[in-house]
């Protein structure tokens, strides 16, 4: 039996927005603040809750059927990076567009262009359909494998020597299991680890918080790959660990009185959002 105490709630330090995002959402608040409407290729961010705050500012979410029909406003190209296909819409359409790729995710374009006209066969490790998976095939012009598992590749069908990337918010552990097994199945493999270390690292850093409490929240955006990834990082370590997008699906029941809570978030996850989260359970 736990003594009578209240409930203790600790953020994690190393959880919020990662640089790219923070950066992109800057840029966001700057121009809707001169301007009061700002116009976004896709969310800015996979999490509902800092959409709906960007949006009150001016912010518009379009999509790319959108943007033939767009012409002479500025648009903002998120974090998660573009194809060369819509840097030639924007010319055409007179757009201007306010770059926001993350710098790490430019840098894995560049690499996956050049590996191609190397006429090497690339291979993805990423999710299909994912903004940033889009923006790499499209270096390619289509021509790459994505994967989300090894099991989906016909090993033996594959051709003997590849070049192999990784989706930067992919979990880096998985990532080397596959090229292992890759190695292992006889295939010449070169590596490219490209996840973002500001991802990994907290894949590194998580379990030894989820550890340390009874219980941990676990706040993210349910569309955040990302989120996936550290909330089962999390869930490993401390089966009592919930899944939350927002205040309202606390749970009280899930806390019992002096426990020590946890709460942490994926790097789409705003500060603020955790805070509320914390204020919330702490009037349990």
């Not at 953020?11 to 927005?17: K, M, Q, T, V």
């Not at 790319?64 to 767009?70: A, F, K, P, V």
């Not at 007179?94 to 090497?120: F, W």
């Amino acid at each position: 039996m736990k003594p009578d105490l209240q409930l203790s709630v600790t953020i994690d330090p190393h959880s919020g927005f990662c640089f790219g995002v923070v950066y992109a959402i800057q840029l966001a608040e700057e121009i809707l603040l001169e301007d009061g409407r700002l116009f976004c290729l896709g969310d800015i961010v996979h999490n509902d809750e800092e959409i709906k705050r960007l949006k009150s500012k001016g912010l518009e979410i379009i999509r790319h059927e959108d943007l033939s029909n767009l012409q002479n406003e500025k648009v903002l190209i998120r974090a998660h990076g573009e194809p060369p296909s819509t840097y030639q819409m924007a010319i055409e359409n007179n757009l201007t567009l306010i770059d926001a790729s993350c710098p790490v995710v430019l840098k894995l374009q560049n690499r996956v262009k050049q590996t191609a006209d190397e006429k090497k066969h690339v291979y993805i490790y990423g999710k299909r359909g994912h903004a940033e998976v889009e923006g790499l095939i499209g270096q390619v012009g289509g021509d790459a494998v994505v994967f989300q598992d090894i099991a989906e590749l016909d090993i033996t069908n594959m051709p003997k020597s590849i070049s192999l990337y990784s989706q930067t918010t992919k979990s880096t552990e998985k990532f080397y299991s596959i090229y292992h097994q890759l190695v292992a199945e006889g295939l010449d493999v070169e590596l490219n680890d490209t996840t973002c270390r500001q991802v990994s690292n907290r894949d590194q850093q998580l379990p030894a918080f989820a550890a340390a409490h009874d219980c941990i929240v676990f706040v993210s955006g349910i569309k955040s790959s990302n989120g996936k990834v550290l909330f089962d990082v999390c869930k490993k370590t401390n089966p009592n660990t919930h899944f939350v997008s927002s205040t309202e699906e606390v749970q009280k029941e899930w806390f019992t009185t002096g426990d020590h809570v946890g709460i942490c978030g994926a790097t789409s996850t705003p500060m603020w959002l955790m805070e509320q989260v914390k204020n919330l359970i702490l009037t349990f």
